[in-house]
């Protein structure tokens, strides 16, 4: 494939329950392996993370795992790629979802990482995916009806 990764992005990340407490802002992706759009802009997000490295946190968060659903909740993401982001203290200040530009993510992380306003509060940008897989999109059968234990 060559470029970055969602095993990269992860690895990287810093864990959730310590990046709402180490006292720097936080960027939360929520993201899918399915979502081409996520897969489009891993590199601008891999990019952001190793610019802002120490100074801002970067949560990925894969929607598919059920042990973030509480998140998916609390933080109202309501597509895929979504970006939220938490100022020092945890408190969400901004949320964008779909294909960004690279000056609203990258314009957004810069001011949070200044302790400043952020110029992007709400985006929605074109292309977002809605949190449902779509049909096909994991490899391996689907099962289609229930099974027979007769």
Request: aromatic share 8%; glycine share 8%; with cysteine.
């Amino acid at each position: 494939m060559g470029g970055p990764s969602f095993a990269a992005l992860e690895a990287n990340s810093v864990p959730l329950d310590q990046a709402l407490q180490n006292g720097r802002p936080t960027v939360l992706e929520f993201y899918a392996d399915w979502c081409e759009v996520c897969r489009e802009l891993l590199p601008l997000a891999y990019e952001q993370e190793q610019a802002y490295r120490g100074q801002v946190n970067f949560v990925a968060l894969n929607v598919e795992n059920t042990k973030w659903a509480p998140e998916v909740l609390e933080y109202n993401v309501k597509g895929i790629p979504e970006f939220v982001f938490l100022d020092a203290s945890g408190r969400p200040v901004a949320a964008a979802v779909g294909k960004l530009p690279r000056e609203v993510l990258a314009g957004n992380i810069k001011a949070l990482s200044e302790g400043q306003p952020l110029p992007y509060a709400r985006i929605q940008a074109a292309g977002a995916s809605g949190l449902q897989r779509p049909d096909g999109a994991m490899a391996g059968p689907r099962q289609v009806a229930p099974l027979d234990h007769s």
